[in-house]
């Protein structure tokens, strides 16, 4: 049942890797936001104008979680498992 191949192996470790991309990316995204964040406090802070540049900096690391979701679709739904 739970042996080397069996279908319960193949399907555990797609939804292991597809759990640990989807981590990876959202760490990274709040890492990035966080100091993006942090600094661009400190930038609106001294020049009120720039507010618009750093709300754009900071919507864009969410491309990286969004990217890490497609990756783990993929990994669910492409590879294929050893077929018995």
């Known amino acids: 049942m739970f042996g080397a191949g069996s279908v319960f192996t193949v399907v555990a470790w797609k939804a292991i890797c597809a ?16 100091r993006i964040g942090s600094a661009g406090a400190g930038a609106v802070a001294e020049k009120p ?22 990756v783990a679709a993929m990994i669910i739904t492409t590879l294929k498992g050893e077929e018995h």
Not at 19 to 34: F, R, V
Not at 63 to 70: A, D, N, Q
């Open 49 to 70: 104008e720039v507010a618009g540049m750093i709300i754009a900096l900071e919507a864009l690391p969410e491309l990286i979680v969004i990217m890490g979701f497609v």
């Open 19 to 34: 759990a640990i991309t989807i981590i990876g990316a959202a760490w990274a995204t709040a890492y990035a936001q966080a």
